[in-house]
């Protein structure tokens, strides 16, 4: 089946740790973006990218940090310089013409700092 | 002023009524627009693209307003299982690629 995973579901970090979150997508699609959410809130863009080893910073890359080496995946490291980083973590793909220019989402990574 | 702008809500509705969601957007390069909708703890899913000429699915209609910067989504004969948030959604193309700004969402809940 075709779609886009992320991993793990829900993680538990220690402050002053970094943790990456998985995305991994087999849609073909060139454009993947990193967003959270926080209770109650609107999706914050953190990081988007168009195509293989680019990227952009979005909104609130302040303490993000990600890599595009392949297409199919887009991982985001949470730093120890992110100040407040509990929330959830929603990872999106889409194609860039005019098709098909809507975005999937994963099912999303509940990460709580303990 | 934000990019995308929603009315937080909720709207509380009875079933069977019809609901009218509105959003306005910033960036007049903006190319695509979107409604999502979203269930507590889950992920967002497309509900609708939303075309220039407004488009209809079922109970749905969603129309753009491009002079205004503006975009509806109506729902009619409202279901209990509508109760969601609904997320507008627009697509622009910046210098570093397509980007996808959302709203923060406007809750609908709908009773008995």
């Known amino acids: 089946d075709g779609g886009i995973t992320q991993s793990p579901k829900y993680l538990f970090r220690k402050e002053g740790q970094n943790v990456t979150l998985s995305c991994e997508q087999n849609l073909n699609h060139d454009a993947m973006y990193w967003y959270r959410q926080d209770p109650g809130q609107g999706l914050r863009l953190i990081y988007y990218?168009?195509?293989?080893?680019?990227?952009q910073k979005g909104d609130i890359a302040e303490g993000y940090s990600v890599s595009r080496e392949k297409k199919e995946s887009f991982p985001l490291t949470v730093t120890s310089a992110q100040k407040n980083p509990t929330a959830f973590y929603l990872c999106?793909?889409?194609?860039?013409?005019?098709?098909?220019?809507?975005?999937?989402f994963g099912q999303g990574t509940r990460l709580t700092v303990v | 002023r934000k990019e995308v702008e929603q009315d937080p809500g909720p709207f509380n509705v009875p079933e069977g009524a019809t609901v009218a969601f509105n959003c306005t957007y910033s960036n007049s390069a903006s190319q695509s627009f979107f409604w999502y909708r979203q269930d507590c703890r889950k992920e967002p899913k497309l509900l609708m693209s939303?075309?220039?000429s407004g488009n209809e699915d079922g109970r749905f209609t969603a129309q753009l307003n491009r002079a205004s910067q503006y975009i509806s989504l109506l729902i009619r004969d409202s279901k209990l299982s509508d109760s969601a948030t609904y997320l507008c959604v627009v697509k622009a193309l910046t210098g570093g690629g397509n980007k996808l700004t959302f709203g923060t969402g406007t809750q609908l809940k709908v009773e008995l």
């Open positions: 990218s168009q195509i293989v080893n680019d990227f």
């Open positions: 939303v075309y220039s």
């Open positions: 999106a793909s889409s194609g860039t013409g005019d098709q098909h220019p809507e975005a999937f």
